[in-house]
């Protein structure tokens, strides 16, 4: 295990780093559609061939390139989770994160989102599972905390979790295509009206003014 | 305005009431894209001509088939919005329904029903924005009556109406295709824990314990 073997795993992390980028740039400028792999070759520098190294395919790629934004978000969700800010401020400013997060990623795509979706929902249906669950763990995390303050009324900081995710889902681009998704003011006034009325409802009574907007 | 109009006007609403029955099995059993207008006048046992003095075209038929649904769903919300149960059941059984009565209509499309959304995107996405306003008029009409009786804490009916709308979005069938939509339970019991996350926000603290299902 020497210092050789480190320095090429990171450089094969990074070429991985550099592919997904490409094709970042690729989706917001052609589409999934159009997209090849030579173009993805040829936006990172690299040859086609180190592309198969590390993925199969050019569904391959975009499916990680997804990944790589939840990856992104949930690391957004922990530091949020484990910020210093009062326990009902962190879950709010979640909530909006899981659904601005994901909206910025892909704003530059305008049309081409709508292809990337047609040709891979039913692998990202699969994965969307998954997002959800990972999700669901850093919410129950705060419930359970705010439940152990006895700031929150939380039963089943798990099934709570979900819920949380479920009344924000219909928000995040996957559901909306990119005509529908309208403007980020708008999303995220939408997102912190129902995170304010969800909030309201987990405060006990003796916390619930200090979360409220509206009052 | 003799008898005989009304009795022509009774008749052309009940063709056009059997043309969207016979549009609703030809969309369960072949799906959007099979379906001919020709096998909408089989179906309905009528001839082919008497469907273009209704509708334009088979795309024309099928949005007005989910209007009627959406009509429909309407007059079902009115219904528990005017009922006599208290003020926070029917805001809960508002959200139920808004979610299975869609789900109960297209349940039996099954493959189908991705067809048709496919097809008709762009043109259902103006209707919906239309709906969603209907519906939130019912959901304030409620908020109000409780604001007024001093049972929900609410500044703003009709933005809390939509609130309660975008909540529940993600759980229509037209954000979920129907792979993504699962047991009527599991739909069911996800809008019921949202329902029951808001309305816990809504009520007053004297009145917080009546609408809490875990406590």
Redesign the interface.
């Known amino acids: 295990m020497g210092q050789k073997v480190m320095v090429s795993a990171i450089t094969r992390e990074e070429v991985r780093e550099a592919i997904l980028d490409a094709t970042d740039h690729l989706l917001a400028r052609y589409g999934y559609r159009k997209m090849t792999v030579d173009d993805i070759a040829q936006e990172a520098g690299i040859g086609k061939g180190t592309i198969y190294l590390h993925f199969a395919s050019k569904e391959e790629v975009t499916l990680s390139h997804v990944d790589r934004i939840v990856e992104r978000l949930k690391e957004r969700l922990w530091a949020i989770a484990r910020s210093d800010a009062d326990v009902a401020i962190r879950l709010r400013l979640m909530l909006v994160a899981r659904v601005l997060f994901r909206f910025d990623s892909v704003q530059q795509y305008t049309q081409s989102l709508n292809d990337l979706l047609?040709a891979l929902?039913?692998k990202l249906?699969a994965r969307r599972a998954r997002y959800f669950e990972d999700e669901a763990r850093v919410f129950a995390e705060v419930l359970n905390e705010g439940a152990r303050r006895k700031v929150f009324?939380v039963?089943?900081a798990l099934?709570?979790a979900?819920?949380?995710i479920?009344?924000?889902?219909?928000?995040?681009p996957y559901?909306?295509?990119t005509?529908?998704l309208g403007e980020r003011d708008e999303i995220k006034e939408?997102t912190e009206?129902?995170a304010?009325?969800?909030?309201?409802?987990?405060l006990r009574?003796q916390n619930?003014p200090a979360a409220?907007r509206?009052?």
């Not at 479920?166 to 995040?172: D, F, P, Y």
């Open positions: 047609a929902r039913p249906l009324n039963d089943d099934s709570t979900f819920a949380l479920h009344a924000t889902n219909s928000l995040l559901s909306l295509s005509n529908e939408k009206h129902i304010d009325l969800i909030l309201t409802g987990l009574k619930a409220r509206r009052r």
